[in-house]
């Protein structure tokens, strides 16, 4: 069965340092999100993002984060100036459509550890 | 703003037992409702979804129920396996024409054999 697959499973940087998170979605999939889970909370949205552009993003995606689609299977996080409060675990996710029917495919996640 | 939690933090049962997860949510204009299933080291795995024009929908050995009147959702799992062991999410989906999910706080399922 396809996978949504991330790198790197974990990583750790100092706080300030610039981090990317890499996402490969399934391929066939159109629709492609970033959620968050900090240690014992509640798994967060961040970000949607269709035909190469952000369609929604909630409050905590600020001028910090961003989204890019450099090629046609890389889906990246990019965090400018991580902060300790960063740490979390963030999960990857495609659709292939949106709407019913077409439920969210997570990856297993990166596991970001700031300094 | 929207709400959604569990009932319970920890739900342990004896293999081959049932199993019921329970869910309540605040938001009435939410039309699409899901259960995600979350192994240790894992992402979150789709198990089943129900819109609200249903009330029951069945899978393999996964019934979920939505009462809209008392905004409640419940997981039903037939002869519970000791894989069945897991956190799960009781979601629920905005209207915003896109796939924002709002997560619940999740109930561990803890299964002896």
């Known amino acids: 069965e396809p996978e949504v697959t991330q790198t790197p499973s974990h990583q750790v940087t100092q706080m300030g340092q610039e981090v990317i998170l890499r996402c490969v979605p399934i391929?066939?999939?159109?629709?492609f999100y970033w959620y968050r889970q900090i240690l014992g909370q509640k798994v967060e949205f961040l970000v949607s993002?269709?035909?190469?552009?952000?369609?929604?993003k909630s409050e905590i995606f600020d001028d910090q984060f961003s989204v890019e689609r450099p090629d046609g299977s890389n889906f990246t996080l990019k965090i400018r100036s991580t902060k300790l409060e960063d740490s979390a675990m963030y999960f990857c996710?495609?659709?292939?459509?949106?709407?019913?029917?077409?439920?969210?495919?997570f990856g297993n996640g990166t596991r970001l550890t700031v300094t | 703003g929207e709400s959604v939690g569990l009932h319970l933090p920890t739900l342990s049962v004896q293999e081959g037992d049932n199993s019921i997860i329970n869910c309540a949510y605040s938001?009435?204009?939410?039309?699409?409702f899901i259960w995600y299933k979350q192994e240790s080291g894992k992402g979150p795995q789709f198990i089943i979804d129900?819109?609200?024009?249903?009330d029951k929908r069945q899978g393999q050995r996964v019934t979920v129920l939505l009462n809209k009147t008392v905004k409640h959702l419940s997981l039903q799992i037939a002869a519970t396996q000791p894989g069945d062991s897991a956190v799960y999410f009781c979601?629920?989906?905005?209207?915003?024409?896109?796939?924002?999910?709002?997560f619940g706080t999740g109930t561990r399922l803890l299964v002896s054999p």
């Open positions: 993002f269709y035909n190469n552009e952000i369609s929604e």
């Open positions: 979601v629920i989906r905005m209207n915003t024409g896109f796939q924002k999910l709002v």
């Open positions: 996710a495609s659709s292939a459509r949106t709407g019913n029917n077409s439920p969210l495919h």
């Open positions: 129900i819109r609200s024009n249903m």
């Open positions: 391929s066939n999939h159109l629709y």
């Open positions: 938001n009435s204009a939410s039309d699409y």
